[in-house]
């Protein structure tokens, strides 16, 4: 494993740590029961058809927002070690 690949692998358990830190605060808990709400509700009011759809977006959305919110993570990480090593406190 070179320096690039260990860097990206320390990145992304940081990552995981924080989203499972997120998943467990009381925002993750309060985003979470509003989301089996919002399946219920899916569930309940929707054809099969309308379902289908829904579902097709949402995972969608959740996709794309899980890879920005990933992504821009990371970006502040390094822009954070870059602006450490500007001042000189890292080397």
Do not use: P, W
Request: hydrophobic fraction near 35%; glycine fraction near 6%.
């Amino acid at each position: 494993m070179d320096l690039d690949q260990a860097y990206d692998l320390f990145l992304s358990e940081l990552y995981h740590r924080a989203v499972k830190a997120f998943d467990q605060s009381d925002i993750g808990q309060m985003l979470y029961e509003q989301g089996q709400k919002m399946n219920d509700d899916i569930e309940t009011n929707l054809s099969a058809r309308e379902k289908e759809f829904t579902y097709s977006c949402l995972e969608q959305v959740l996709t794309s927002c899980g890879k920005e919110a990933e992504f821009v993570y990371r970006q502040g990480l390094r822009d954070g070690v870059a602006m450490l090593k500007r001042l000189g406190a890292l080397t």
